[in-house]
């Protein structure tokens, strides 16, 4: 079946920057998405990657490579309020339009 | 005011239960989607609804129906809920029409089952 992997979690300090990274099974599909879930919150989509390249939103950053089959969710000036699950997902064109998610990454910011 | 509500926020029932957990939107989104978290799990996609007339399988859609009343209202129905169905869920919506297909979560249900 489809899948992407990720690592499960990730520290890092305050003002510090960290990648998180994300793996999916080559196939076709439309793009890569990036959402954040705090604990005990509902997910909320951060970014969009339909071409290869780097997206940039602010602090937050998502790249995208297709003939690696990888992407990846940069943060940079890292907050306390970043401490949360992140989920990349794709859309594979034959999984009729189906948002995959991978397992998620917790990432845990220290002062 | 909530764009996606979702009800009960909580609930606790046996196993045998029929438990209905409905969703409601305000975003005028056409599609719809139910998800299911395990705990340090990622989402699984249950059903999901391209418009009121469209209902299609997800990955884990054994033991659910869901129900498409309205362009606004998508529930989910337990017909004879188990202990393994213990889970929270989440109601999405979508815009076709918006680029990359963004999805809007409702604050979720945690159900448990006895």
């Known amino acids: 079946g489809q899948s992407l992997e990720q690592p499960s979690e990730v520290t890092a300090v305050e003002g510090a920057i960290v990648q998180i990274n994300c793996t999916y099974q080559?196939?076709?599909?439309?793009?890569l998405s990036w959402y954040q879930q705090h604990d005990g919150g509902a997910p909320t989509f951060l970014s969009y990657?339909?071409?290869?390249g780097l997206e940039e939103t602010g602090r937050f950053s998502s790249f995208l490579s297709r003939s690696d089959s990888y992407g990846y969710l940069l943060l940079q000036e890292l907050q306390m309020k970043d401490s949360a699950s992140y989920f990349c997902?794709?859309?594979?064109?034959?999984?009729?339009?189906?948002?995959?998610f991978g397992g998620g990454t917790r990432l845990m910011v220290k002062p | 005011d909530a764009d996606v509500t979702q009800t009960p926020r909580n609930r606790i029932t046996k196993t045998g239960k029929r438990i209905m957990l409905e969703c409601s939107q305000t975003?005028?989104?056409?599609?719809m989607y139910w998800y299911r978290q395990d705990p340090g799990l990622g989402l699984q996609l249950i059903y999901y609804?391209?418009?009121?007339?469209?209902?299609n399988k997800g990955e884990i859609s054994d033991g659910y129906s869901v129900s498409r009343q309205a362009q606004a209202k998508f529930s989910l129905s337990l017909e004879s809920a188990i202990p393994n169905q213990t889970a929270l869920y989440f109601c999405?919506?979508?815009?076709?029409?918006?680029?990359?297909?963004?999805?809007?979560f409702g604050p979720g249900t945690r159900l448990t089952v006895l």
């Open positions: 999405a919506t979508s815009d076709s029409r918006t680029y990359g297909d963004e999805q809007f």
């Open positions: 080559t196939s076709g599909f439309y793009g």
């Open positions: 990657n339909a071409l290869d």
């Open positions: 997902a794709v859309t594979y064109k034959n999984a009729g339009n189906m948002l995959t």
């Open positions: 975003k005028g989104h056409d599609r």
């Open positions: 609804s391209f418009d009121v007339k469209d209902i």
